[in-house]
């Protein structure tokens, strides 16, 4: 089983790596348990968040972690 995977919208690629890797220990949920969850809500979410302000609280290291708030996409989001 491959640990990344790879998403194309638009013409453009996205790579997701560390599938397995465990965000919510208590739970044993993983970055790619939350990946299929944003997938899942996607349809439904994406049109509602076109234009809005991007501020995203990260977890690099899972939930129990250190984290910091990105508050700029990064210049290689797609509009």
């Known amino acids: 089983?491959?640990?990344e995977r790879t998403?194309?919208?638009?013409?453009?690629?996205?790579?997701v790596r560390n599938l397995s890797k465990v965000f919510w220990p208590d739970?044993?949920?993983t970055k790619g348990d939350l990946i299929a969850?944003?997938?899942t809500l996607?349809?439904?979410i994406v049109p509602h968040l076109?234009?809005?302000?991007?501020?995203?609280?990260?977890?690099?290291?899972?939930?129990e972690g250190k984290h910091f708030f990105q508050k700029n996409?990064?210049?290689h989001m797609p509009d």
Do not use: C, Q
């Open 37 to 39: 969850y944003y997938e």
């Open 27 to 29: 739970d044993g949920l």
């Open 50 to 63: 076109h234009s809005r302000p991007f501020t995203m609280k990260r977890f690099p290291n899972g939930i």
């Open 7 to 15: 998403f194309t919208h638009a013409g453009r690629e996205l790579v």
């Open 73 to 75: 996409a990064p210049k």
């Open 42 to 44: 996607a349809p439904t």
């Open 1 to 3: 089983m491959s640990d």
